[in-house]
């Protein structure tokens, strides 16, 4: 039992538990900010654009009859609340491209700060009738001019 014990809090000390805790603490104050900007922010404006209605509102009584608000349907019966299904899609849709954005700027951060690596030449010129030869060729394909060992001849 102690092993097990000790084995969990090496678990727990590692640092990719805790870099995963601090994400899940994050993500959820972020889900609520998020959820406040399409309660408070995005809903209001979309229902005044299409004419007053409020999303959260909006649902169906199983049972047939009109109820005055969705409390009161909740109370008598079985209810689908579409208008609460709608925000919650608009919620996951803005969480989404945040996330998509978040990323695409995590993921191009390297890109900016890395040097062009110089691609080692892979031809020479042929000095006699100044074609591209591959580095190692000892002839020239083109005009079958003997080619020179740069190696040996800076050496």
Known sequence: MKKTLQEFKDFIAQGNVIDMAIGVIIGGAFGKIVASLVDDV???????IIGGIDFSSLYIALDGKSYPNIAAAKEATAVLAYGSFIQNIV????IAFVIFITLKKI????????KEEVAEPTTKTCPYCLSEVPLKASRCPHCTSQLKDEKSHEA
């Open 42 to 48: 995005i809903m209001p404006l979309v229902g005044l």
């Open 91 to 94: 919620n996951f849709l803005i």
């Open 107 to 114: 993921l191009a951060a390297p890109k900016l700060f890395k």
